[in-house]
């Protein structure tokens, strides 16, 4: 296993950087914000297209190094400091476009979704593994999530690159994600925390099928028609539904099941979350 502490794996082809760049939705009115900016060969090509870009480096090195070489370039602003700390914009319309460190992967991202105002659109260069798990690809391999974040976002990849292209070669595959947030989203402000505890509710179980999972919320005839209306085998597990039919499921969820079946969901996500903290605790005391 290849494991990286804050170091990165620069891409080191202008002309690659360039197409990349150019391939993406970034035009002359948008601000960046590019994190992990390194020695600076993405944060040029954003430069020569973006109104902005506000290069963000935690290596105190590394960031004089780039205020030097950027000292007559007006539209590039460096922070030196940890992207986990830096305050996104509220209000103002912002993308993202970064080769991530991929050891921050999950809180990064994390970071950038949950955000009181997430970016417009995103681009981030990061482990395959990492992406599909957002993504939940290939073709209908959904993730606990991937289904937390798509009803406010379309997930893509969109490229899959070389070892060669980076130095240090890394010893994983990293692709190129698209995060786009949409203009509508698919679940309503007010049903918000409702879905998100119905999909950690079925994931947290564990159980062999999806009918089983939730068998305390939807009955038997319920849960058969939702199968035929929806198009899903009765026996099937979790990873096998789609996210439309997910969906499908949950507005049934809002409409057709009782109050004293919707509460059993209640409080999913919020009891996961405290479960990972303990989990997360103990394992740094162990460690101390």
Request: glycine share 4%.
């Amino acid at each position: 296993m290849f494991r990286l502490s804050h170091s990165q794996n620069y891409l080191h082809d202008k002309c690659l950087v360039r197409y990349l760049v150019k391939q993406s939705s970034i035009a002359d009115e948008d601000l960046v914000i590019e994190i992990g900016s390194g020695k600076g060969i993405l944060t040029e090509s954003l430069a020569e297209r973006a109104k902005h870009v506000h290069a963000i480096e935690k290596d105190r090195t590394l960031s004089e190094c780039l205020r030097d070489a950027f000292s007559r370039t007006p539209n590039i602003t460096v922070h030196s400091v940890d992207f986990l700390t830096y305050r996104l914009p509220v209000k103002q319309p912002y993308k993202i476009f970064s080769n991530i460190p991929f050891a921050i992967t999950a809180d990064l991202i994390r970071k950038i979704l949950t955000g009181e105002n997430p970016p417009v659109d995103t681009y981030l260069i990061m482990q395959r593994e990492a992406a599909e798990k957002f993504a939940g690809q290939p073709l209908n391999s959904e993730t606990m999530t991937s289904l937390l974040y798509k009803p406010w976002f379309r997930f893509n990849l969109l490229r899959t690159f070389k070892p060669t292209d980076f130095i240090p070669v890394p010893k994983v595959t990293a692709v190129l994600l698209r995060i786009e947030k949409r203009s509508s989203p698919l679940i309503r402000a007010e049903q918000t925390s409702l879905y998100k505890d119905f999909i950690t509710y079925g994931f947290s179980r564990k159980q062999v099928s999806l009918k089983k999972d939730y068998e305390q919320v939807f009955g038997h005839f319920q849960f058969t028609r939702l199968a035929q209306d929806l198009s899903f085998s009765s026996r099937a597990k979790l990873t096998d539904v789609t996210f439309a039919q997910w969906l499908g499921m949950f507005d049934y969820f809002t409409t057709g099941v009782s109050e004293e079946r919707k509460r059993k969901v209640v409080g999913a996500l919020k009891k996961l979350q405290q479960e990972q903290q303990g989990l997360n605790k103990s394992h740094r005391n162990r460690g101390s």
